[in-house]
């Protein structure tokens, strides 16, 4: 039974309401909605997109609704074959890899770094196969994986490289914005997100000309499809009859093969103004996380039994998630600490299970053992942590006293990890 209820100024839920929206977001949607300008693919679209073109650097910038369809486009856009391999990251929302299932291709679920949580380089080489196409990685919790190497790999065996950015903007990478460093770039502005358009919203990032034209027929109610010569022109039917006289020669001579059916996905005009002040609030969201993670970090330094991944100088980590890391056998273990933290009123959310044990994937031949660091980590020594913008001073204040007395116990009941990893062995 927590001792600190919902009720209390020291809960501190899990960040599913992360979100900060005030007097500017209302501004905004006061002036859309007295202007009485359409409420659908108008201006403020076009000047949200605008200002995440010039923030990410990248040639297209296309709103859709979620992040789930972004991630789902991209991998449209790829054009597997049946055959076709694709490595994925385990350790990620269940939206990186979920469109895959749709298709007739070999998954690969590559290995993790246990510091970071990202793409490990070498496990990422080691599943490479001629049949490889592509990867699709997360940036995890916002700090960016090892793109540099990633792309060497990636640009030698020509792969393509999917980033799911959902956690990443206003990161940065050597002086780069994830949702550049490799081919798309996939964000989503869910309200646990660095912004919101308001509760959900996505886009896809990315330089080629072409998939720009595709995505925007898909979210805009047009088939994707290539102009093919029309099977009437070899059929029973001549120009000369009457029904096709008004069609004309575009519908005597070609017709449209779909890829993908049209489909309505693109954001609304209250999600897009609210997401274009969002983003000019990005930079504080940002650095509010930041000063959380580092009262967090500089909390867990006194104990010798838990690591946090050192932040290297040439990244900006935004912080979307707040990641420690507890040693087996030493001290309080992780189940322990977690129970002790929601005792004291702290929602702890583990992100996430890894995918390759989720039962769609397992029904697909996935078996425990094939990502031994991301199983090792998530069964027994990951933790996240609340750290959102929202959270007020005396929650942090809480939860950094929360962790010194539930770290501080040592109550000597060894690894309670170990039930959970057997029960997933089942
Ligand atoms: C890594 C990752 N990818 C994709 C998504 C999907 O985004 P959305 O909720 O906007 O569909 C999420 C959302 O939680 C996510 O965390």
Redesign the pocket.
């Known amino acids: 039974m927590p001792i600190v209820n919902a009720n209390s100024r020291f809960f501190i839920p899990a960040p599913s309401v992360g979100s900060v929206l005030g007097d500017a977001e209302l501004a905004v949607l006061s002036k859309l909605i007295r202007s009485g300008e359409s409420l659908s693919q108008g201006r403020w679209r076009d000047k949200f997109e605008q200002a995440m073109r010039e923030h990410i650097g990248s040639r297209y910038a296309m709103t859709v609704t979620?992040?789930?369809?972004?991630?789902m486009l991209a991998v449209h856009l790829l054009d597997l074959a049946p055959g076709d391999e694709v490595i994925v990251t385990p350790q990620?929302?269940?939206?990186?890899a979920d469109p895959l299932l749709a298709h007739d291709v070999t998954v690969r679920f590559c290995d993790v770094e246990p510091d970071t949580l990202n793409v490990d380089v070498a496990s990422f080489e080691s599943l490479i196969t001629p049949r490889t196409r592509a990867l699709i990685l997360?940036h995890?919790g916002g700090r960016p994986a090892r793109m540099d190497e990633i792309m060497r790999v990636a640009r030698r065996h020509g792969i393509r490289v999917i980033e799911?950015c959902?956690?990443a903007l206003g990161a940065l990478y050597r002086g780069r914005r994830p949702g550049v460093l490799g081919d798309i770039g996939?964000f989503?502005?869910?309200s646990?997100?660095n912004i919101t358009t308001l509760g959900?919203?996505?886009m896809v990032t990315f330089d080629d000309p072409e998939w720009a034209e595709r995505v925007d027929r898909i979210r805009s109610n047009a088939a994707d499809g290539v102009f093919v010569p029309s099977p009437l022109v070899a059929g029973p039917y001549k120009r000369s009859e009457p029904w096709m006289m008004w069609a004309g020669d575009s519908y005597e001579k070609l017709c449209l093969r779909v890829r993908h059916p049209g489909s309505n996905a693109t954001l609304s005009e209250a999600g897009a103004a609210v997401g274009l002040t969002q983003l000019q609030r990005l930079k504080e969201l940002a650095e509010r996380r930041r000063w959380i993670a580092g009262r967090l970090t500089e909390t867990l330094a006194e104990f010798p039994h838990v690591r946090v991944a050192e932040v290297p100088e040439d990244i900006y980590h935004p912080y979307?998630l707040f990641t420690f890391f507890i040693q087996q056998g030493q001290g309080t273990s992780r189940d322990e600490l977690i129970r002790a933290l929601e005792d004291a009123g702290v929602q702890v959310q583990l992100?996430?299970f890894p995918l390759h044990l989720r039962p769609e994937w397992r029904g697909r031949g996935h078996r425990l053992g094939e990502c031994p660091v991301t199983e090792r980590i998530w069964f027994h020594e990951q933790v996240n942590l609340p750290c959102y913008p929202s959270m007020t001073d005396t929650q942090v204040e809480h939860l950094v006293l929360a962790l010194k007395s539930a770290l501080t116990k040592r109550r000597g009941i060894g690894d309670g990890g170990a039930s959970s990893y057997e029960e997933a062995r089942a």
Do not use: L, Q
Request: hydrophobic content about 30%; aromatic content about 14%; charged content about 20%.
């Open positions: 979620s992040g789930t369809v972004a991630v990620t929302f269940k939206a990186t997360v995890y799911d959902a956690h996939c989503s502005f869910h646990s997100k959900e919203g996505g979307h992100r996430y």
